[in-house]
């Protein structure tokens, strides 16, 4: 080995072993937000849900991950808020989950969670108020998701495609609904999230506006009988219920 191939090769270990201090001080991820998310599993116990907010807020409040734990509150919230009774204290609890998503925006504009819950809760935090008190929260919910379709299309299964088309569909037509965009987006949001319930349970609503009985009742019949995802299994049996619910009911009940 010639010296200057030995001087090369102590060079390089050199600069190896002059990394490797900062290579351990390298943070991991937040411990308090690790412990959240192993709560937020447990989430079909509400109680469980609660306590994972509990530990993202702690984590913004040691400052650990205020990115992960700020779109992190907003998802729990979302949740929280969709398994509270009454819409009056629903909404307080959106407009939470709308707040730490804005500052997941503000803190990471290129990563789709915080444009995906913004979009999410702006929904919901609408749906409590009611559909025509809503109409100004539109734009802002398309604008988010359209941002998510941007930076990563099948994020949360085709979650974007799933809340673009629930909006064309709840709208009424003067306010730019359109059951024919909302079809189209939620079949995309089925390509992405084929085991996704809501995208399923969303797409046999929209069949029916467009008196698609028999497409909207395979929908359903899907739903009962696909095998649900593992990080879904609190929502999947939820929405399994619901679509036995309306399998009852007219046009599906059999005479």
Do not use: C
């Amino acid at each position: 080995m010639t010296s200057k191939r030995m001087t090369v090769i102590a060079i390089l270990i050199l600069a190896v072993l002059a990394a490797l201090p900062a290579l351990a001080q390298t943070p991991s991820a937040s411990p308090l937000v690790q412990q959240g998310d192993e709560l937020y599993i447990q989430r079909g116990d509400l109680a469980k849900a609660k306590e994972a907010k509990a530990k993202y807020e702690a984590a913004l409040a040691a400052k650990e991950d205020d990115y992960g734990a700020s779109w992190r509150l907003a998802r729990v919230l979302y949740w929280i808020g969709d398994h509270t009774p009454t819409n009056d204290a629903k909404k307080p609890i959106f407009q939470q989950g709308i707040d730490h998503a804005k500052k997941a925006v503000e803190l990471d504009p290129n990563k789709p969670d915080g444009h995906f819950w913004l979009g999410v809760n702006y929904g919901v935090y609408g749906e409590a108020k009611g559909i025509l008190k809503s109409l100004a929260l539109v734009k802002p919910i398309k604008a988010a998701m359209r941002r998510v379709l941007e930076l990563e299309p099948a994020y949360d299964h085709g979650g974007a495609d799933r809340v673009l088309g629930r909006v064309y569909h709840e709208l009424p037509g003067f306010a730019g609904g359109s059951e024919k965009l909302s079809l189209e987006y939620l079949l995309k949001s089925v390509g992405y999230g084929p085991r996704v319930g809501l995208n399923l349970l969303y797409l046999s609503d929209t069949y029916l506006s467009l008196d698609r009985v028999e497409d909207a009742r395979k929908a359903l019949e899907t739903i009962l009988t696909m095998e649900p995802m593992p990080d879904l299994l609190p929502e999947t049996a939820e929405e399994q219920a619901q679509a036995r619910e309306r399998l009852e009911k007219k046009p599906f009940k059999k005479k």
